[in-house]
Every structure is written in C-alpha cells, then in structure tokens.
C-alpha cells in the first residue's frame, strides 16, 4: 500500500506531537468531495474517511445543484456520492460529473446490491461501487488505486488551526508565534491565516501591511490560482506568509465555509505548513476548517469560563465523524511571546 490512504491507528488515539513531526513532510494527499442528502450518514461516512492517512476531505455537499459548483471550486481527487434514498436519481449527476471530469475519480456509496444499478453506474464512468456497510478494506484498495493512478504524486502541506477557548486567551499569539517557529524550524514554506474576518489581528501582530486579503481570494468561485494566491500573501521578515483578514467589515459577510475551505485547501497545496488564527466560532465554517486540519490547537485559559468552552470544544470534537476526530486536539496554556 503506499503512502496516502493507510489506515491510521484504530483505536484513534491521537499520537504526540514529537520534534520529528516538524521536519518537511508534505504528505501526498487523496483530496475528497462528498455528496450525500441523508445527514444520519453523514459521521459514519466522515468517520470512515478519516481512519485514512492523507486522505483529506476538501468539501461536503448535500444538494446535487451545488455539486458541479464544488467540483469547480475545490480541487480534489475523488468525489463520493452516496446513492441513497434515490440511486437511480442521483446516478446521473454522479454520471454527468464523472463524464466532465475525467481526472475526478466518482465513487458511488449505497445499500443497494442490485445488478442493474452497480451495471449503471459503471457504464456511466463511476469508478467504484461500495455497498453499505463500507469495508474498510474495500475502501482503502479503492483509495490506493487513485493514489497509484496520480501522475502528479501531489502533496499538501499540514494545517493547524488555533482556537481560542474565550477572547483573549491568546489564540493570535499563538497562532503567530507557531508559524515563525514552524518556519525557523522545520526550514519549510509556512503561511498563517487570519480567520478572525472582523477582529483578526495577525497583520498587526507580525506588522505586516495588506494589500489584498482572504476577501479577494474568495471572490472567485473557480479554483485558485497559484500566482493569484501569491499576489494576496504578504511575506513577513521571518519568512511566514500572512493571508489577512479582510479590510471592510462588509467583506466578511460574504466569505462562505466553501470559499474558506477552497482558499486553505490551496494554500496547502503551495506551503509544508498553514496555521490558522481561528475559526473563531464553533459554527459550520469552523467544522470545515477543523474537517481538514491535521492537528487542532485548542488555547485556553485557567479560567472557569474558558475551561467550561474548552471542555464542550473538546466534547464536541470526540464524537465519532464530527469535526476532528481526523484532527489531533489538544488544550494548551503555552507560554509565548509576541513575535519579533
Ligand atoms: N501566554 C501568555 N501569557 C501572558 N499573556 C499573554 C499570553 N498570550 C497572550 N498574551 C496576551 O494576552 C492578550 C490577548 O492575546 P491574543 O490577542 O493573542 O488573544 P486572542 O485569544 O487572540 O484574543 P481575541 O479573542 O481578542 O482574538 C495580549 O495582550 C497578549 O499579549
Ligand atoms: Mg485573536
């Protein structure tokens, strides 16, 4: 089996972070679209994802109308598509993306074991058909043969998001003073992320000035390009690439958990590390962001409310198939300083 797609621990247990995780290691990754209309599948679904190494789900969507959007949007290897409750129905938008995008391996996910619908949905180009209950061995043959087929071997870098339990417990603080000490010492390509849209303070803190923010990347719906992501970040004495937050408090309003993910995702794709400074509210944006992460850093203070947000973050992050159970989480009261 080769690099991506191995299956992590079972017991899930998250391993420590040890100094030789900060070595360069860009790990090839199996990037994943899901479509799926039946949210009680949902953790299930997610959850037999994330016991694969590298393999990253880049977006979630439930509405079959969105999905040639997502598809444009977010640059993947693999779209599954859950069939049920109506596989002959959504066959053939599996069909119609899977004929458009011939790069774009289509994975069909149902209970049905009928002939006639496995039949269909190979004639239309779909390149599995895994029946429920997913094995997990089925599954990880399925997602070799995409990574031994990838020409590019592409990789992509590690994202660690920071969060903060409560205001001002020092979630920026850490999030800069990570992405300096990610670039000092692992000598790979790191940018930091402000995902504080309205207060986000990681320009100031590394006094950088803006000319564009994460408000232009996410403008365009289509996959981004390299040299318009370069032309957004700024690059601070240290060498860390800042994205900052947008300038308008109006231009906050319009950026999506979609256009967050599409904007990550591809500056994973140019940089060893990302660090995020938030997301800043546990919502539906935030479970995106955490979805993809590989190790979420959950800063808290010894304070009763802050301890009471972290125990309910963390809760919430423990239940199988909801946000990290891919991700590593830990709570930390560092000591740090503000960055030089
Ligand atoms: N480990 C620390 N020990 C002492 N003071 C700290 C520490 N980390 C941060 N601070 C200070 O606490 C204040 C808040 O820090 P910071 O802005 O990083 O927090 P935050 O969680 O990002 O806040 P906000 O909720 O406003 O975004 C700053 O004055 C910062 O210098
Ligand atoms: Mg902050």
């Known amino acids: 089996m080769g690099r991506a797609g191995r299956r992590r621990d079972p017991d899930g247990a998250p391993p420590s972070l040890k100094d030789s995780d900060l070595a360069v290691r860009r790990m090839p990754a199996i990037r994943v679209i899901i479509f799926n209309a039946d949210e009680s599948f949902a953790p299930t679904l997610r959850a037999t994802l994330q016991t694969f190494d ?78 429920k209950p997913i094995d997990p061995t089925v599954m990880a043959a399925a997602m070799e043969k995409v990574f031994e087929k990838r020409t590019d071997h592409a990789t992509t870098g590690r994202l660690f998001p920071v969060l903060g339990s409560a205001g001002g417990v020092g979630a920026t603080s850490l999030a800069t003073n990570l992405a300096v000490e990610l670039a000092s010492v692992s000598g790979g390509k790191v940018a930091v992320v402000d995902l504080d849209y309205r207060f986000g303070q990681v320009a100031t803190f590394l006094d950088v000035e803006p000319v564009y923010t994460i408000a232009d990347l996410c403008e365009s ?74 190790c979420s850093l959950l800063v808290m203070q010894l304070l009763v409310p802050s301890v009471r947000s972290t125990l309910r973050m963390v809760e919430a992050c423990s239940r199988p198939g909801s946000i990290s159970t891919a991700s590593r989480s830990c709570a930390t009261g560092l000591d740090v300083n503000p960055p030089a």
């Open 54 to 131: 590298g393999v990253k789900i880049v977006a979630e969507v439930d509405e079959p109308t969105l999905l040639p959007q997502a598809v444009r949007q977010f640059p993947a290897d693999v779209l599954i598509v859950h069939l049920d409750p109506n596989p002959s129905a959504l066959l053939a938008t599996a069909g119609e993306v899977a004929t458009k995008h011939p790069d774009l391996c289509v994975f069909a996910v149902s209970d049905s074991t009928d002939g006639q619908v496995i039949l269909a949905a190979m004639r239309l180009g779909l390149k599995e058909f895994l029946t």
């Open 221 to 294: 719906p289509e996959q981004l390009e390299a040299q318009v992501i370069e032309r957004t970040l700024v690059r601070h004495a240290s060498g860390v690439f800042v994205l900052s937050r947008p300038i308008h408090f109006t231009q906050a309003d319009n950026i999506t958990a979609a256009h967050c993910v599409g904007a990550l995702t591809a500056l994973l794709s140019m940089h060893d590390y990302v660090v995020t400074d938030g997301p800043t509210r546990f919502d539906m944006g935030a479970k995106a962001v955490l979805d993809i992460a590989d």
